[in-house]
């Protein structure tokens, strides 16, 4: 509950005060209070960086795995992407019938939203169709929330 609560005050936060959210996070993850003006530290001119960029167009698309696909494509490094097979709005739409024995499910607003699978025959559909749902309804990023599917292969088998 304290959690929940907590993440809708920064959301709230956040839409109030960019700059001063972001600082507040920074304290709550360094324990330091950081030096925007003279940045010393990777973590505070990468804050920086995050302020200075922040209405820039290029960022959003940038931190969507779908949206950064094509603006690596019109950059002609599209051979260096791994093969999409598909995109989804909704968890529901997917048709496990369809993938591949070995593939790897990622939602495009987030971090940490994904659902590799070694062995389709061991994949329990209801169980990874609940966790997308959970993830889409995430606001981690203000990039759209879609569920994209990668080529996979699991370790041992490269």
Do not use: W
């Not at 936060?13 to 959210?21: A, E, I, Q």
């Not at 200075?52 to 698309?61: D, R, T």
């Not at 598909?86 to 739409?93: M, R, S, T």
């Not at 070694?118 to 966790?131: G, N, Y």
């Amino acid at each position: 509950m304290i959690k929940k609560v907590g993440k809708k005050f920064f959301e709230i936060l956040t839409k109030m005060s960019p700059k001063f959210s972001t600082i507040i996070l920074y304290i709550l993850r360094t324990k330091e209070i950081p030096n925007l003006k003279n940045p010393q530290n990777f973590n505070e001119k990468t804050t920086v960086l995050k302020l200075s960029y922040a209405n820039n167009e290029l960022i959003s698309k940038c931190s969507d795995k779908y949206e950064v696909r094509k603006y690596v494509e019109s950059k002609g490094l599209g051979y260096l992407l791994n093969k999409l097979y598909y995109i989804y709005d909704n968890a529901e739409n997917i048709n496990f019938d369809e993938l591949p024995n070995q593939f790897a499910l990622k939602c495009t607003h987030g971090c940490a939203y994904n659902v590799i699978c070694d062995d389709k025959s061991k994949l329990d559909k209801e169980e990874t169709i609940k966790k997308l749902k959970k993830y889409m309804k995430e606001k981690y990023g203000l990039a759209t929330r879609r569920i994209t599917l990668f080529k996979y292969k699991a370790k041992n088998n490269m």
